[in-house]
C-alpha cells in the first residue's frame, strides 16, 4: 500500500512531466489561456481524484490527455458558440498573400466541430496514431480516420476561398 506522501509525490512527478502538454493541448484547443488554466485544473485535480486507478507501470499520458480532450469538448458544448471571425471588411484591409497567419490558421481551426478539431490536433500538433487518437477520444478507429478527412476538406475550402477572395481583392485594388 502506498502512503500519502508517497502518492503525493508520484502525482507531483507527473504533473511536472506531463502538465506542459496538458496546458498545450488545452491551449490549442479553446485559445484563451485562463480557460486553458482552468480546464488545466480541472483535469489534474479529476486525476487527483482518480489518482489510485492509474496503474504506476503505465504511461499517464494517454489518461490525461483523454480526460484534457473531454474537458476541453465538454466547454465547447456547453458554450455553442464559435469564435467571432473578422468581417469581410477587415479582411479586405490586410494585405493579399499566399502565406497564411498563423492567427488565421488557428481561426480557421476553430470553426470546426470539437471532435473533428481534437482530431486534428492530436494527429498533426502532437503526433498521435489513429488508435491513440481513437482512444484519447473514446471513439472507433474509422470514426477517427471520417473526423480527420472532413476537417482536411473542411480547411482545404476555407484556405481555397480565402485564397480566391485575396485574389479578388488584388485584382480589384490593380
Same mark, same amino acid.
Given at each position: 500500500? %502506498?502512503?500519502?506522501?508517497?502518492?503525493?509525490?508520484? @502525482?507531483? =512527478?507527473i504533473v511536472r512531466e506531463h502538465g506542459p502538454s496538458i496546458?498545450?493541448?488545452?491551449?490549442?484547443? !479553446?485559445?484563451?489561456?485562463?480557460?486553458?488554466?482552468?480546464? $488545466?485544473?480541472?483535469? @489534474? $485535480?479529476?486525476? $487527483?481524484?482518480?489518482?489510485?486507478?492509474?496503474?504506476?507501470?503505465?504511461?499517464?499520458?494517454?489518461?490525461?490527455?483523454?480526460?484534457?480532450?473531454? &474537458?476541453? #469538448?465538454?466547454? !465547447?458544448?456547453?458554450?455553442? /458558440?464559435?469564435?467571432?471571425?473578422?468581417?469581410?471588411?477587415?479582411?479586405?484591409?490586410?494585405? =493579399?498573400?499566399?502565406?497564411? /497567419?498563423?492567427?488565421?490558421? %488557428?481561426?480557421?481551426? =476553430?470553426?470546426?466541430?470539437?471532435?473533428?478539431?481534437? =482530431?486534428?490536433?492530436?494527429?498533426? *500538433?502532437?503526433?498521435?496514431? #489513429?488508435? %491513440? #487518437?481513437?482512444?484519447?477520444?473514446?471513439?472507433?478507429?474509422?470514426? !477517427?480516420?471520417? $473526423?480527420?478527412? &472532413?476537417?482536411?476538406?473542411?480547411? &482545404?475550402?476555407?484556405? %481555397?476561398?480565402?485564397?480566391?477572395?485575396?485574389?479578388?481583392?488584388? #485584382?480589384?485594388? *490593380?
Amino acid at each position: 500500500m %502506498e502512503s500519502n506522501a508517497d502518492r503525493s509525490a508520484r @502525482f507531483d =512527478a507527473i504533473v511536472r512531466e506531463h502538465g506542459p502538454s496538458i496546458f498545450g493541448l488545452l491551449f490549442r484547443f !479553446v485559445r484563451d489561456r485562463g480557460l486553458a488554466e482552468d480546464l $488545466w485544473q480541472e483535469v @489534474f $485535480w479529476a486525476s $487527483w481524484r482518480r489518482f489510485d486507478d492509474l496503474d504506476a507501470a503505465r504511461d499517464p499520458m494517454p489518461w490525461l490527455r483523454t480526460l484534457a480532450v473531454n &474537458r476541453a #469538448i465538454d466547454h !465547447v458544448r456547453r458554450r455553442r /458558440s464559435r469564435p467571432v471571425l473578422e468581417s469581410d471588411d477587415a479582411l479586405a484591409e490586410r494585405p =493579399a498573400a499566399s502565406v497564411r /497567419s498563423r492567427s488565421d490558421f %488557428e481561426e480557421t481551426l =476553430a470553426s470546426l466541430p470539437p471532435h473533428e478539431r481534437a =482530431a486534428v490536433l492530436l494527429y498533426y *500538433e502532437e503526433a498521435r496514431s #489513429i488508435a %491513440e #487518437i481513437a482512444a484519447a477520444l473514446d471513439a472507433p478507429a474509422g470514426t !477517427v480516420k471520417t $473526423w480527420l478527412f &472532413r476537417a482536411r476538406q473542411r480547411l &482545404r475550402r476555407q484556405f %481555397e476561398e480565402d485564397d480566391r477572395r485575396a485574389t479578388a481583392r488584388t #485584382i480589384a485594388n *490593380e
